[in-house]
């Protein structure tokens, strides 16, 4: 029982330290892709408007402009606030996924197989990046996924800089994993050398009992 819960207990810290460093990762860049695509939004269709308007006077143009900035700026941070809560989510399932990628096939990956888990955890972490923000964004906006219009590019474009952005994190991630490991056996091997050290000093049994003093 004992074995089984120090098992449990080492499963979570190890599937915990993927999950809060994905997820970290997931609100950094999900707070400024979703700043950078909510005012990116409004700035199009503002600026969409402002020119098809016809013979705009001066008034009305400096009026548009601040309204397009204040839009902007507005747009920008619900953005932001929403693409740092997804982002997180987003983050936290791909840390869950590559810990149960790392721990099934690469928990002590040999030296010829660290490219190949690298790539593995980036395809990982894009694939799922790339639909979870599609269906996001088509619940947020209203867009069904049925439309083949211009409309659905703003649901494919964001997903697809989304997955770039996580085939990234993904690869820093496995990279983390596979320096912690070096690091790992590096302590291993000098614990080992200095237990080493320290039995060839200890005194034998038989030095107790003078066996081996000269005579």
């Known amino acids: 029982m ?59 143009l400096a009026r ?22 997804a982002g997180v989510l987003l983050g936290a399932i791909n840390g869950l996924a590559l810990a149960v990628l790392t721990g ?12 190949r888990y690298v790539t593995a955890a980036r395809v990982i972490a894009a694939t799922l990046s790339l639909p979870v923000v599609v269906i996001v964004l088509a619940l947020l ?6 439309r083949t219009d211009s409309a659905l590019a703003i649901l494919i474009l964001p997903g697809l800089i989304a997955a770039g ?11 983390w994993y596979l ?11 000098l614990r080992a050398e200095a237990n080493a050290r320290q039995a060839r000093r200890a005194p034998q049994p038989a030095d107790y009992l003078g066996l081996h003093r000269p005579l």
């Open 2 to 60: 004992t074995w089984l819960l120090r098992s449990l207990a080492a499963t979570l810290r190890f599937t915990w330290a993927f999950v809060w460093r994905a997820a970290l990762s997931g609100l950094s860049g999900g707070a400024g892709l979703g700043g950078l695509f909510g005012g990116g939004l409004v700035l199009i269709l503002a600026v969409g408007a402002l020119v098809s308007s016809r013979n705009p006077s001066v008034g009305d």
């Open 64 to 85: 548009s402009v601040v309204g397009i900035i204040g839009w902007f700026l507005a747009a920008g941070m619900i953005g932001a606030v929403l693409g740092a809560g």
């Open 104 to 115: 099934l096939w690469f928990r002590r990956p040999p030296e010829g197989e660290a490219p």
């Open 141 to 146: 906006l209203r867009i069904p996924l049925t």
């Open 165 to 175: 952005y996580f085939w990234r994190a993904g690869g820093r991630l496995a990279g």
């Open 179 to 189: 320096q912690a490991e070096d690091d790992a056996r590096w302590a291993a091997g």
